[in-house]
């Protein structure tokens, strides 16, 4: 650190630098290449709007600046409160023993026994059980005939439309399907959020080839929130998911992809994707009419073997409009409350069990206050340090964790989460909720704090 007491400016510069590695080590895996090697970089200079970062070896700067350049700069020129760029040099006069990558700092997860595998399709989600109504009866079509001839006319399909409309109900019907006719295809279902999973454990036992090679052989593709690929800061995950649709597509397998948006709303890098999506058939699933949340409440009923008056299904159709998910909660609710209290089915019962039914809450009742209140309680923070902007680590993850929460367990917008934590982006939101994916993975003690704050918000207790 020589350099630095040398140099007006430089102890901002330092100040500057140490709040950006915080920031920084929050937003990078801290067992990518990028994470374990971040604390080895060291802040030269600063001329004007350019900040030197030194490295130990040509290879590691190399590497930084291609993958960590704009996120460092990002930061630090938060940090310096003015706009810098960040030039990599070799670490002057560096010994030779750094030339060698440091071990990675920790014990990676434990390897799952098979990799690259596709999510698992649920028994429930059937054509049989899926309702069509006016809302979304183009989508259903469309997914029944790429069942019985994948790879046929609607190729790709991609169905888009809101949260707990059926997207999820309708991509597993047909790999449900395409397994009963076709029993020799090759079927893989697999989450936006899992592909990106499985991209991130490629690189880092570096066996992206054994990636590629499972996923060319798959005869059925679906692809379920894409968004979650589209909306990942850095190239990598859709580039792979560029590579491996062009290989499936060439070689006429069926794909289907699924999405909250349309393609020309979606956050791609890659322009020839979006064509690539909208070559095919696109079909968006709206909310349903009442007509169709009546008939999805009584064939619920029925799977449920409980008897509704059709008054009160009529009343729960009025009351839960815009959400499949939630209105199957409502009427879940409704069931459960009669049986504890061991009272009859009726218009009063389900006025008193929705009554404080939030459009925003899901099915469980979680609401965003709820969820803010017991993160900060839990973390041993406030709410308003939860939304406020320091970056520093202690509230960096429980920040995030109540976004991933408010994503999973509430109905509203990305925007309006975003807002809620005084973030002006959406996209914080998104990145939020991998961030959580990731820690949840890598850091058993953050999956169980998580799973414990998800029960103690259903039932509505504290910590
Ligand atoms: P999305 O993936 O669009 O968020 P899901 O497919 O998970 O939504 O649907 C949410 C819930 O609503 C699921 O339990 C699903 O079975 C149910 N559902 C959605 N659409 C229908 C439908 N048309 N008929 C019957 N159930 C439906
Ligand atoms: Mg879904």
Not at 33 to 54: C, F, K, Q, S
Not at 166 to 184: C, E, N, Y
Not at 397 to 405: D, E, S
Request: charged share 25%; glycine share 6%; proline share 5%.
């Amino acid at each position: 650190m020589e350099y630095m007491s040398q140099r007006s400016g430089a102890v901002d510069l330092q100040e500057a630098w140490s709040k950006a590695t915080v920031d920084l080590q929050s937003r990078v895996l801290s067992d990518s290449a990028a994470g374990i090697w971040l604390p080895n970089l060291e802040p030269i200079d600063m001329r004007g709007d350019v900040v030197t970062v030194a490295a130990p070896n040509a290879y590691q700067a190399r590497y930084l600046e291609s993958h960590l350049g704009d996120l460092l700069a990002d930061c630090l020129s938060d940090a310096l409160k003015h706009s810098v760029r960040v030039s990599f040099i070799v670490m002057p006069g560096s010994p030779a023993q750094r030339l060698e990558p440091p071990q990675p700092l920790r014990v990676p997860p434990p390897r799952r026994k098979e990799e690259f595998v596709s999510s698992p399709l649920l028994g429930k989600y059937t054509f049989d059980s899926f309702v069509v109504g006016a809302s979304n009866r183009v989508a259903h079509a469309a997914a029944l005939s790429a069942a019985s001839s994948p790879g046929g006319t609607y190729n790709p399909l991609f169905i888009y439309g809101g949260v707990g409309l059926g997207k999820t109900h309708l991509m597993q019907a047909i790999g449900h399907d395409v397994k009963t006719r076709h029993p020799r295809l090759e079927v893989v279902y697999i989450s936006g959020e899992a592909f990106l999973q499985n991209v991130l454990l490629a690189i880092r036992e570096n066996k992206m080839d054994a990636f590629r090679e499972r996923f060319r052989r798959v005869d059925v593709w679906l692809v379920d929130d894409i968004q979650l690929i589209a909306s990942r800061e850095g190239t990598r995950t859709e580039a792979e998911f560029f590579f491996t649709f062009n290989a499936l597509y060439q070689g006429g397998r069926q794909i289907v992809i699924s999405s909250d948006k349309p393609p020309k709303e979606l956050l791609l890098i890659e322009d020839r994707l979006r064509s690539r999506f909208e070559m095919g058939l696109m079909v968006d699933i709206a909310p349903p009419d009442k007509e169709t949340r009546m008939a999805i409440l009584e064939q619920r009923a029925e799977s449920l073997s409980a008897q509704i008056p059709g008054e009160v299904i009529d009343y729960i159709a009025d009351k839960v409009e815009s959400n499949i998910r939630a209105l199957e909660g409502a009427l879940v609710r409704v069931i459960y409350t009669a049986s504890i209290d061991g009272c009859a089915i009726d218009v009063g019962l389900a006025h008193r069990c929705l009554e404080d039914y939030r459009r925003e809450g899901d099915a469980n009742g979680i609401t965003l206050d709820a969820i803010k209140a017991m993160v900060a309680e839990c973390f041993g923070v406030t709410e308003v340090q939860l939304a406020s902007q320091q970056r520093i680590r202690s509230l960096v993850v429980p920040r995030q964790i109540a976004m991933y929460l408010a994503r999973k367990h509430t109905d509203l917008p990305l925007q309006r989460i975003a807002s809620e934590f005084k973030r002006h982006n959406h996209t914080t939101v998104l990145h939020a909720c991998s961030r959580t994916e990731q820690m949840i993975q890598s850091d058993p003690s953050i999956g169980a704090l998580v799973t414990q704050i998800t029960d103690k918000l259903r039932r509505g207790s504290t910590m």
